[in-house]
């Protein structure tokens, strides 16, 4: 039986068999994830649509051409089949890339960017890696697989085999009206062309990864265009009177102590002070304990500039992978050698893992320390590097050989996914509530293995540890870590063994960032830094992160949300944990104070990461 259809019928149908299909991805992604969205509007799915609507132009524009080429093709079978057979492959692909954010978006609270999708950084791992996650998280396959049939069901109730055709002068019509429809889809109909930044004009704060969708995030990060643009809210002098990075410390003569830095991957607020970490929180309690303390990032590669040279994470790509990677920094190993330090830094992944060599000799380190260096009994994961116990003890050992003063730096890996711990351990630590409690102890009772052989050592009583976690982890069920206050929460402690004046509860607000300043004053060291952190000595109270476009500016018991042009919302987040009451409108003088300091933080940042000046030698 044939079908009245011409070929531009068929074009639009198949259109909006997409659009109908990305609606139903979303609403996927919504009650997959819905803890993470409170509070949710119809402006939340309008601007679903929007981003729909733009991806689906982007990728669809050379189907325009393939649809509405005269010559007749509209009875030319081979062609019609290999029309088919492209469009189905083509948005199929792009499709099912947003069922990957469905897991993902809970390790890094926004969708997924190029380096992401592609595991940059990750090229040894990604084997194993990519095995874990087919069998830890199978249901994703599953919904991918269930999703290409749907769309193939429906797309073949699409008849095809018997279109009318157009005029040529109705086909060259339908190929500019396409393009124009496409481009103003494609581009968005405000003045400024539709970016992911947009995302966070529709709906609540923290909602912008339910407003996106992961083919527009992917395709956008490809652009080095949006990884930073120089900002101009002040004068340059009104902008260093808000905030200036340039820190000076006088002391008359350092004393010398070690520092042993370690960044526990995983440990988030959510994850301690539980039961899971007993030798934590332990230590806890003989510390200098921050019980506000933050994160400047959501991914272990974010980490590590934060901690060691004080940079934080303030754009959609880390900034070790940045195109700006290069620039020149001043940090914490460069700092110490100059002060007589031995500096060295250790991760029990493979080498190359995360490109933390890399950036490990760019910041200065004498010596790193992976996998392929480690000695000791066999102890590979399967799929990470070295667990932690015996990488630990590796890490004692060498130090042991360092000539004092030294810096070191170690990463753990055994609480990352999939969260695995030695066999001989199965069974002896707590399930606790979520899949990475077993391992969060498995890594605590390492890291209690690490403290009673160092204690043995020489060195031990001559230093300072610094312990923070990477960031947080993606299994908190308590509804104040999946807000963008909680969602970066993490314990940060200076434990300095039988020295009283280091053993307090501090409320002010600190972050990683602030470990560099901090250990300028510390080791009384005589240095003039570039820092976007400040020192626990400090008088000042505030916490800076980026997340989904959005900056986050925790200033005393206030919190800020400023998406680079306006602010969003200002909530007393002590009082207001779930930040349910805006208080913009009856806080104004404190939202203005709150906007112009993290205007003056961000023109700062910009400023000296696009133009090279993260020193003072290049200032």
């Not at 050379?62 to 080429?69: A, S, T, V, W």
């Amino acid at each position: 039986m044939k079908i009245n259809l011409n070929i531009f019928k068929l074009f639009i149908i198949r259109i909006f068999l997409v659009l109908v299909l990305y609606q139903i991805n979303r609403l996927g992604f919504y009650y997959y994830n819905l803890s993470f969205f409170p509070e949710i509007n119809y402006m939340t799915f309008k601007g679903g649509l929007i981003f729909d609507l733009s991806i689906i132009a982007y990728i669809n524009i050379i189907f325009i051409f393939l649809h509405f080429l005269p010559g007749k093709l509209e009875s030319n079978r081979k062609y019609q089949k290999f029309l088919f057979y492209s469009f189905f492959i083509i948005n199929g692909f792009f499709l099912s890339l947003n069922f990957i954010d469905y897991e993902y978006f809970r390790f890094v609270g926004r969708r997924s960017s190029f380096s992401m999708i592609t595991a940059e950084g990750m090229s040894n791992e990604i084997g194993g890696l990519l095995k874990s996650y087919l069998l830890d998280y199978w249901q994703i396959p599953l919904f991918i697989f269930l999703n290409l049939f749907l769309f193939w069901f429906l797309l073949k109730k699409i008849k095809y085999k018997h279109i009318q055709s157009l005029s040529l002068n109705k086909s060259i019509f339908s190929i500019v009206l396409g393009l124009i429809i496409f481009f103003l889809l494609g581009r968005g109909i405000d003045k400024k062309p539709l970016q992911v930044v947009t995302a966070a004009e529709y709906g609540s704060i923290g909602n912008s990864a339910l407003v996106l969708n992961t083919p527009f995030t992917v395709l956008h990060s490809l652009s080095k265009k949006n990884e930073l643009k120089p900002v101009h809210y002040f004068s340059n002098e009104v902008a260093l009177h808000i905030f200036n990075p340039i820190q000076e410390f006088n002391y008359e003569k350092p004393n010398k102590k070690n520092v042993v830095l370690l960044i526990l991957e995983s440990f988030g607020r959510e994850n301690i002070l539980r039961g899971q970490t007993p030798f934590l929180d332990s230590l806890i309690n003989k510390s200098y304990f921050f019980e506000n303390a933050f994160a400047n990032g959501k991914l272990s590669i974010d980490a590590v500039p934060s901690t060691i040279t004080s940079i934080p994470s303030l754009m959609n790509k880390s900034f070790i992978t940045s195109s700006f990677s290069l620039d020149k920094t001043y940090g914490l190993p460069k700092i110490l050698k100059a002060n007589g330090y031995n500096t060295s830094f250790f991760h029990g992944s493979f080498n190359g893992s995360q490109n933390f060599d890399k950036f490990a000799n760019l910041a200065g380190y004498d010596t790193y320390y992976g996998k392929n260096e480690y000695v000791g009994p066999s102890s590979f994961d399967g799929k990470w590097g070295v667990f932690d116990e015996d990488f630990l003890q590796f890490f004692n050992k060498k130090l042991s050989t360092f000539k004092e003063p030294f810096f070191s730096t170690l990463f753990t890996i055994s609480s990352h996914a999939p969260f695995t711990i030695p066999e001989k351990y199965k069974g002896k630590f707590p399930k606790g509530t979520t899949e990475i409690h077993e391992s969060i102890a498995y890594a605590d009772y390492s890291l209690k293995k690490f403290f009673e052989s160092a204690k043995k050592t020489n060195w031990y009583n001559n230093t300072i540890f610094v312990i923070t976690s990477d960031h947080t982890s993606s299994t908190g069920k308590e509804a104040i870590y999946k807000n963008n206050i909680g969602k970066f929460r993490i314990p940060i402690l200076f434990y300095v063994p039988n020295d009283a004046k280091m053993v307090a509860k501090v409320e002010k607000n600190f972050q990683q960032v602030d470990i560099l300043p901090s250990l300028m004053d510390y080791l009384q060291l005589n240095e003039k830094v570039i820092t976007f952190g400040k020192s626990y000595l400090s008088n000042k109270n505030f916490n800076v992160n980026y997340l989904d476009n959005v900056y986050n500016l925790e200033m005393g018991d206030y919190y800020l949300a400023f998406d680079g042009q306006k602010s969003l919302g200002l909530y007393n987040w002590k009082k207001d944990p779930l930040l349910k009451n805006n208080l913009m409108k009856k806080e104004a003088k404190k939202k203005n104070d709150m906007e112009n300091f993290i205007k003056a933080y961000i023109q700062s940042y910009n400023t000296r990461i696009i133009n090279n000046k993260l020193t003072l030698e290049n200032n």
